[in-house]
Nanobody, 122 residues
Framework: QVRLVESGGGLVQPGGSLRLSCTTS????????MGWYRQAPGKDRELVAT???????NYADSVKDRFTASRNNAENTVYMQMNNLKPEDTAVYYC????????????????WGQGTQVTVSS
């Protein structure tokens, strides 16, 4: 069974930075897309950033030029450097995997982590 575990969230002042990490466990040979989503209180979960296996990235307009997503394919981990954080970035951030190969079969569908809280406040 594949599991995702996020870390790196916390409380930070506006203008500050945080680095989120997401590690995977289970039988994984390669992953198609890894990404980050977030959900603020009373709002729907939204895409923040994704990274394909060949390093192509996609960002929500609200975080472009402030957040940088990256991944380590050898370790099947994904990171997100968040700079110049704003109060509106406050949310639970979830790691996401879309499609992975376990060495024998390709698995479709989404896998989610349990989330890590990011709070931006003075």
């Amino acid at each position: 069974q594949v599991r995702l575990v996020e870390s790196g969230g916390g409380l930070v002042q506006p203008g500050g930075s945080l680095r989120l990490s997401c590690t995977t466990s289970g039988r994984i040979f390669s992953i198609n897309i890894m990404g980050w989503y977030r959900q603020a209180p009373g709002k729907d979960r939204e895409l923040v950033a994704t990274v394909t296996s060949d390093g192509r990235t996609n960002y929500a307009d609200s975080v472009k030029d402030r957040f940088t997503a990256s991944r380590n394919n050898a370790e099947n981990t994904v990171y997100m450097q968040m700079n110049n954080l704003k109060p509106e970035d406050t949310a639970v951030y979830y790691c996401n995997v879309e499609g992975y190969y376990d060495g024998t079969h390709y698995h479709t569908g989404a896998i989610w982590g349990q989330g890590t809280q990011v709070t931006v406040s003075s």
